[in-house]
């Protein structure tokens, strides 16, 4: 019994540690909210990442543990079932919003309600890994992309508020199409839960059951908007370019993988949604290749990684689908479905730290061209850093995200790329790692030498650097390159809870075969080549003309009526 | 009747248009008002087609309609509540630094300040 | 509007048109699972009366837990995008309730009879919105519809110039919805060391304590709500006072 209720922690600590600090913030003075943040950022953030690791075994024993909460009755309660992924997912959120939280603290005035920002999303993301209910994840979506729009208009400034603007509009009148879908299934099944729809569904007659599959699709795309595969991507550019640094370390770590991973519990109430996984896979690599060519050509820095944020999703979509197309139960199912989480898991801390150390450094040079400003390293110099800590933090990012070893970033793309190989996704993906690498040598050139002599550079450091933002970047490096040595440990870990066999499938002498490392040797002198053809003059005219191409408000939409009426002919026609 | 579910409809398709097509600001939170609203009063009318009575047990009600629906659309409306808050919030602070409500012209002036 | 973006919004309606219209034509019939398990188990298993408090008070408690924080959420959100517009002279923080007369010829719509009939009218309304709260479980209503009539007694206290408040200070709104949050909570989680788990109900028998559970749960409810409501409507009037 205390083992039912110790999974739903997660879910309830946050809650009760942001309502302690918003006690303490109403009542106390300034001095106590302090200690209370602190205490809440333990209570909230790590307990229940202990009390998860302590489910561990639990989990590969049973399987899963699932419960009505409150013990009601099946019919009408909502059930929660905590797995594998729920597992995952939740060490996730709470492990990668720690260096974005220290990160935050260097810079925020009115830092309270960001704190209890952060741990109410921590809990819904708890909420959302669990539910089995569908008004539930309705709720808990709404929840999330709330917070998502009040963090990135936190900054106040015009161009935040219309980022977030823009996203709002987008993502909540999808939502509507949401609670429609389950209008139509409610009617058609009478029950909110997964498995009785799943049961209900078979003994429908056909008309009734291509009505659910059009709620069914109705329900997917809304979730497919914040998870930004190509056509759905309008808004994810300026929301994560014009939010706060710590803001955009977030929502691309995090808040675009967990609505993905939660597709697969909706895509498992009917088999007729197989036909949708191999058209989403085609999209997941049109995505990583076309995200890659329009990073190429963007000249703000953060603009430039929000595009990469694209490109690495297309990765993980590929997988994913690829995952369910061959069927989670499969063997080669769940390693394509460890190789996703993985890479998941390593782009948030190669995208936290690059996202971070990027966003220190134009601030300390004032500006975001990538084309003008240079010799970033004086301009730290002079707020007060001694050593160039974040230049070589965001080179261990750049060398992770180019998916050179021995960092995280090469041993889960070339576990991914591997598994795929058989099929055309295997070609694009491999050229938009080419392109990866050479919109990487683009951005780091701001570290270079500048050629003009400009003004005395070298002032007096009177101004302390803060502490706070070289301890996130030294935590989110540490993290990037552990997790490269011990791959071998962590995919170990993940296999005994994905794989319900004996057999340990993946091989680990695919990282160091010669194969990989010649691959890995070409790569790396395409995206010379590549950045050599585009910083000519050609090249750079293209890029110029690709910069320049806009994006409307009802563009967006015209993309959601097209991704629709695409899912409809794929599985009613 | 299907005459109110295509009645319903058809305020769902204004909405719908009104929030793509109308340039102001507020005209597109009021598409997006009315897209919320329309989906509840669809949801409301289907669950009271089964009984008749209000769904209160007292001691001489026979056949009451179906509350869940009652109860999940007021979370839905509270939900269609708080966006329409935050949207309204946003729009006047984008008024008040850009110095319209047209969202072409926001767009204009955003860009000619960051160049 | 010019040709290309009429085709663009031409495609999109006729593509949603078609898609959604099988949904709602379809004729099936509405299922009857819910209501029947309802009408019977209902009263005895949470102990209201009202079958919809019964389900967001009961069964579905979560969903209620959910829209509180997205109710909270908007809350934050919307006064921090409205702090700083309002800030002009200290004199002006108080003009939304006491205009003098050579004030209001520039605001109209805010004249005399307004300003009197509101502060008449606010704490008759205040009780209206108390009494829908507490009878929530026996009669419609419940904790949402009372605490958002709340609400708009508070704007009317803060519309009007007669009744002097203290409800309608910033500070002493977010002070009460703080406690009630904090109290939500504490009385939704507790019951973890009874048997039945989390947000569930002490007592599963139609007794007076699972009713006066439902009541404690639906006054912390409509405080929140109302607070919270009223709050942001002050802040887009311009009262606002800062932490």
């Known amino acids: 019994m205390i083992v039912n209720n110790l999974f739903l922690t997660p879910l309830f600590l946050p809650i009760l540690a942001a309502s302690i600090i918003l006690i303490a913030k109403s009542f106390l003075s300034v001095k106590a909210r302090q200690f209370f943040e602190y205490f809440g950022i333990v209570l909230g953030l790590l307990l229940p990442i202990l009390i ?41 959120t709470n492990l990668l919003t720690l260096p974005a939280w220290i990160y935050s603290r260097s810079t925020n005035t009115s830092h309270s309600y960001f704190t209890v920002l952060i741990l109410l999303q921590s809990a819904i993301i708890a909420g959302i890994s669990m539910t089995c209910d569908i008004f539930n994840l309705f709720v808990c979506l709404e929840v999330m992309g709330l917070i998502a729009y009040v963090l990135i208009a936190s900054k106040n400034e015009k161009n935040a508020v219309f980022a977030a603007f823009n996203y709002m509009m987008y993502s909540s009148s999808s939502m509507i199409f949401f609670l429609l879908g389950s209008f139509g299934l409610y009617r058609l099944v009478g029950s909110l839960t997964y498995q009785e729809i799943a049961k209900t569904l078979v003994t429908l007659s056909s008309k009734d059951q291509n009505i659910a599959m059009i709620c069914l699709i109705l329900m997917i795309v809304p979730i497919l908007i914040r998870v930004a595969i190509m056509p759905l991507s309008g808004w994810l550019v300026n929301a994560h370019s014009k939010a706060p640094h710590a803001v955009s370390a977030i929502l691309s770590g995090i808040l675009i993988k967990i609505p993905l991973f939660v597709l697969i519990r909706l895509f498992s109430i009917s088999p007729l949604m197989h036909n949708l996984t191999l058209v989403l896979s085609y999209m997941g690599s049109a995505t990583a290749l076309i995200g890659v060519i329009l990073a190429l050509s963007q000249s703000d820095a953060k603009k430039l990684l929000a595009y990469h944020s694209i490109s690495q999703i297309g990765y993980i979509v590929t997988s994913w689908s690829l995952a369910l197309h061959h069927g989670i139960e499969t063997t080669l199912g769940s390693v394509l479905l460890i190789a996703a989480l993985f890479h998941a898991f390593s782009h948030a801390i190669f995208k936290g730290l690059l996202f971070l150390s990027i966003g220190t450094a134009t601030d300390a040079a004032g500006s975001r061209d990538v084309y003008k400003i240079r010799v970033v390293n004086q301009r730290l110099y002079n707020k007060g850093e001694k050593y160039p800590l974040t230049m070589i933090c965001f080179f261990i990012g750049a060398l992770s995200i180019m998916a050179i070893p021995p960092f995280n970033g090469f041993f889960s793309k070339s576990l991914l790329t591997y598994y ?3 099929s055309i996704n295997y070609t694009i993906l491999s050229i938009a790692s080419i392109g990866t690498i050479a919109s990487f040598i683009k951005l780091s050139k701001i570290f270079l030498p500048s050629k003009e002599i400009e003004k005395p550079i070298k002032e007096l450091n009177t101004s302390k650097f803060p502490f706070s933002i070289h301890l996130s970047l030294i935590i989110l490096a540490a993290l990037s390159l552990l997790t490269g040595i011990f791959a071998k440990e962590i995919f170990n870990l993940l296999e005994r809870m994905f794989i319900s066999t004996n057999i340990k499938p993946i091989k680990y002498s695919i990282f160091f075969s010669k194969t990989n490392v010649l691959k890995t040797l070409y790569t790396g002198l395409g995206g010379i080549l590549l950045f050599v053809i585009a910083t000519s003059k050609y090249g750079s005219k293209i890029l110029h003309k690709l910069r320049m191409v806009k994006n409307d408000f009802i563009d967006q939409y015209v993309a959601y009526a097209i991704t629709l009426a695409l899912f409809f002919w794929v599985l009613i026609v | 009747m299907i005459i109110e579910r295509v009645l319903i409809f058809f305020i769902f398709i204004t909405g719908f248009i ?74 006047v602070r984008l008024y008040k630094t850009t110095g319209s409500l047209d969202i072409e012209i926001i767009k204009q002036r955003l860009e000619d300040d960051c160049e | 509007m010019n040709k290309r973006s009429f085709f663009k919004i031409f495609i999109t309606t006729f593509i949603v048109f ?24 209902a009263l005895d298993e949470t102990g209201a009366a009202n079958t919809v408090s019964s ?16 109710l909270f959420v908007a809350i934050i959100g919307t006064m921090s995008i409205l702090s700083n517009l309002h800030k002009q002279s200290l004199q002006s923080i108080e003009t939304y309730s006491k205009l003098p007369l050579e004030k209001r010829a520039k605001n109209s719509l805010r004249t005399n009879l307004v300003e009197v009939v509101a502060s008449k009218l606010g704490p008759i309304i205040l009780l209206f919105g108390l009494y829908v709260m507490l009878y929530g479980h026996i009669s419609p209503g419940g904790g949402f519809q009372g605490g958002v009539i709340l609400a708009s007694a508070i704007v009317f206290l803060a519309l009007g110039t007669e009744v002097k408040s203290k409800l309608t200070n910033t500070n002493v709104l977010f002070k009460i919805e703080s406690f009630s949050f904090i109290s939500l909570i504490l009385v939704t989680t507790y019951v973890v060391f009874f048997p039945n788990g989390f947000f569930s109900n002490i007592d599963t028998n139609n007794t007076f ?3 006066s559970i439902i009541i404690i749960l639906n006054i912390m409810i409509g405080l929140k709500v109302g607070t919270s409501l009223a709050s942001v409507i002050i802040a887009m009037m311009g009262g606002q006072n800062d932490h």
């Open chain 3, 209 to 211: 304590i699972s009713a």
């Open chain 3, 55 to 70: 389900i967001y008070l009961g069964y579905r408690l979560l969903d209620t837990l959910g829209e509180t924080l997205v």
């Open chain 1, 420 to 422: 795929i190989k058989p």
């Open chain 1, 52 to 92: 998860v690791i302590l489910l561990y075994p639990y989990v590969i024993h049973n399987g899963s543990i699932s419960i009505i909460i409150g013990s009601y009755t099946p019919k009408i309660g909502i059930l929660y079932k905590f797995d594998s992924l729920s597992l995952v997912m939740i060490v996730l």
């Open chain 3, 18 to 41: 078609f898609i959604i219209l099988p949904i709602i034509i379809s004729n099936t019939s509405w299922p009857t699972l819910a209501r029947d398990y309802l009408f019977e188990m």
């Open chain 2, 18 to 91: 009104g929030l793509i097509s109308m340039k102001n600001i507020i005209k597109k939170i009021i598409g997006l008002n009315l897209l919320t609203s329309s989906v509840v009063l669809l949801f409301i009318l289907e669950a009271s087609r089964i009984g008749d009575e209000a769904p209160i047990i007292d001691n001489k009600v026979q056949n009451i309609v179906d509350p869940i629906p009652q109860a999940l659309m007021l979370t839905a409306i509270v939900i269609g509540v708080c966006v329409t808050a935050l949207s309204l919030a946003m729009a």
